[in-house]
C-alpha cells in the first residue's frame, strides 16, 4: 500500500483494531465481575450493568466511527464526493458498497454493509440516549455485530486497496 492515502487509512484501521481489542478486555472483565457478583453475596457490588453497558456501547460506537472515517477519506479523497444531510451516514454506507465506473470498486461487500447499518442504528442510540435506557441484549448483540464487522471489512478492505494500489481502479 504506497500510496500515501491507504498508508494513512491503514493506521487507522490499527487504531480500530485496538477500540476492538479494549472493547473485548472490558467486556471480558466486566463478564468476570458479574459472575462473581452472583456468586458471592459480598461482591454484588463489584459489578455495575449501567458501567458495563456505557463502556461497551462506546467502544462499539468508537469502532463504527473509525470504519466510517475511513469510508469517508475514501469519498472526500477519491470519488472526490462526501454525502450531506440527514441521511449522510446511510447514503455513505451505501454509497461505498457499489463500485464507481472508472474510478473504484466497491469498497464494502454486502455483510460488511449490513453490520455497518446494524451498528450505525446502534451508535444513534448510544449517542441520543442516556445509557440508562441501554439493554444489556442489545448492546451484546451489538458488540457481536462489531466482532464480525472488523473482519468482513477487513477482507474488503484489503481486496479494495489492492486493486486501486496494484491494478487500478475499474
Same mark, same amino acid.
Given at each position: 500500500? &504506497?500510496?500515501?492515502?491507504?498508508? $494513512? ?13 479494549? %472493547? *473485548?478486555? %472490558? ?7 458479574? $459472575?462473581?457478583? &452472583?456468586?458471592?453475596?459480598? &461482591? ?11 463502556? #461497551? %456501547? +462506546?467502544?462499539?460506537? &468508537? /469502532?463504527? !466511527?473509525? /470504519? ?11 470519488? +472526490? ?6 441521511? *449522510?451516514?446511510?447514503? #455513505?454506507? +451505501?454509497? =461505498? ?8 470498486? %466497491? ?36 458488540? *457481536? ?10 477482507? +474488503?478492505? $484489503? $481486496?479494495?486497496?489492492?486493486? =486501486? !494500489? ?5
Amino acid at each position: 500500500m &504506497a500510496h500515501p492515502l491507504f498508508a $494513512r487509512l491503514e493506521r487507522q484501521l490499527e487504531l480500530v483494531r485496538r477500540e476492538l481489542a479494549n %472493547a *473485548a478486555e %472490558a467486556e471480558r472483565r466486566f463478564a468476570a465481575l458479574r $459472575r462473581k457478583a &452472583a456468586q458471592r453475596p459480598a &461482591a454484588r457490588g463489584l459489578y455495575h450493568e449501567w458501567s458495563h453497558n456505557a463502556a #461497551l %456501547a +462506546d467502544g462499539i460506537a &468508537a /469502532i463504527y !466511527t473509525g /470504519i466510517e472515517s475511513i469510508l469517508e477519506a475514501v469519498g472526500n479523497e477519491i470519488d +472526490d464526493y462526501s454525502p450531506r444531510g440527514a441521511a *449522510a451516514h446511510v447514503e #455513505l454506507v +451505501d454509497g =461505498m458498497a457499489v463500485a464507481v465506473a472508472g474510478l473504484r470498486p %466497491a469498497v464494502l461487500g454486502e455483510a460488511a454493509r449490513e453490520l455497518m447499518h446494524e451498528l450505525r442504528k446502534f451508535r444513534h442510540v448510544a449517542r441520543h440516549k442516556y445509557a440508562l435506557e441501554l439493554r444489556r441484549r442489545d448492546v451484546g448483540r451489538n458488540f *457481536a455485530f462489531a466482532k464480525k464487522l472488523l473482519p468482513a471489512f477487513e477482507r +474488503d478492505w $484489503r $481486496r479494495f486497496a489492492k486493486v =486501486m !494500489t496494484e491494478e487500478g481502479p475499474r
